[in-house]
Nanobody, 125 residues
Framework: QVQLVESGGGLVQAGGSLRLSCAAS????????MGWFRQAPGKEREFVAV????????NYADSVNGRFTISRDNAMNKVYLQMNSLKPEDTAIYYC??????????????????WGQGTQVTVSS
């Protein structure tokens, strides 16, 4: 079955960096657009970043644009989220998700068929 497993979360001070990874199995990874979403306590899940199934084209939420970078390695079946200049408001559980032949316009969680279990990111002030 399809599995998405996130890793790389943790506790970091404001201004610091983290790199999240998501390892995919059970699907033809190169056929899937990959997104990162996050959910803070008491808030709805929100879009963070997406990379097109074919790679290259990306899209970011305004709140992270210029600080976060999404990338993928189709040979390794992995997608990454490099997070720099972290702020306390970035604190959330971060999820990766897969959308079949998803493009960079896929920012709605309902457009994604598969989800990981999430990894906690906590940014202290």
């Amino acid at each position: 079955q399809v599995q998405l497993v996130e890793s790389g979360g943790g506790l970091v001070q404001a201004g610091g960096s983290l790199r999240l990874s998501c390892a995919a199995s059970g699907l033809t990874f190169s056929n899937y657009g990959m997104g990162w979403f996050r959910q803070a306590p008491g808030k709805e899940r929100e879009f963070v970043a997406v990379i097109r199934w074919s790679g290259g084209r990306t899209n970011y939420a305004d709140s992270v644009n210029g600080r976060f970078t999404i990338s993928r390695d189709n040979a390794m079946n992995k997608v990454y989220l490099q997070m720099n200049s972290l702020k306390p408001e970035d604190t959330a559980i971060y999820y990766c998700a897969a959308a079949y032949f998803g493009g960079s316009s896929r920012t709605d969680p309902q457009q994604y068929a598969y989800w990981g279990q999430g990894t906690q990111v906590t940014v202290s002030s």
